[in-house]
């Protein structure tokens, strides 16, 4: 029994004396606390895969009808009903007419988009813009800002028209051509 207590006791010696030295051990010898961040710094021990989010950053997809819980049982749809059960195709109104049957379609041949559009000038107009008479034209008319560039021009019979003029237009309403003439003027129609 001595033998074992000498050495138990002997055992324990050497671990007291490692540690009496190492305490001995002037401080400059031991690496400083920097040296495992400068290391990491250096790219040997940090690793792509050392990388993480921030705490919080990134949270976990819901995972609905997966048991019951938060969204197991009913997944969030609710207890019962069209919607609960399956999606509702766009336009449908629960079985009542919808609306794209009940609004009136367009039905039938219509002529207004074959129809010709004219630029209205009036025999009053033409007075004003031209009061010393002459030729009037399409380009002179643009010019003087009477109609649009490029689109079909009528001389319609509004106004008076006291000076002579030779119009000359695409269009002219038979009390247009009535006032011109009368005037002294002439009528050419453009094809």
Excluded: C
């Excluded at 069209?82 to 195709?89: D, I, S």
């Excluded at 003087?144 to 079909?152: Q, S, T, Y």
């Amino acid at each position: 029994m001595s033998t074992d207590k000498t050495e138990a006791t002997g055992a324990a010696e050497p671990k007291g004396a490692a540690k009496s030295q190492s305490a001995a051990k002037p401080q400059s010898a031991a690496k400083p606390e920097g040296a495992a961040v400068l290391q990491s710094a250096g790219g040997r021990g940090l690793k792509l895969h050392h990388l993480r989010p921030a705490p919080g950053a990134h949270k976990a997809k819901t995972r609905v009808g997966r048991g019951e819980a938060s969204k197991g049982k009913t997944a969030g749809r609710g207890t019962k009903g069209t919607k609960a059960r399956n999606t509702v195709r766009l336009g449908f109104e629960g079985g009542q007419m919808p609306l794209y049957r009940r609004v009136p379609k367009l039905k039938g041949f219509s002529n207004s988009g074959f129809g010709t559009t004219y630029q209205v000038v009036n025999t009053g107009r033409l007075a004003q813009l031209f009061p010393e008479g002459g030729d009037v034209s399409p380009e002179n008319m643009v010019a003087r800002g009477a109609v649009r560039k490029g689109e079909l021009i009528k001389v319609l019979g509004t106004g008076d028209l006291p000076v002579a003029l030779r119009v000359t237009a695409h269009a002219f309403s038979a009390a247009a051509v009535t006032k011109i003439e009368q005037a002294g003027g002439t009528v050419t129609a453009l094809s």
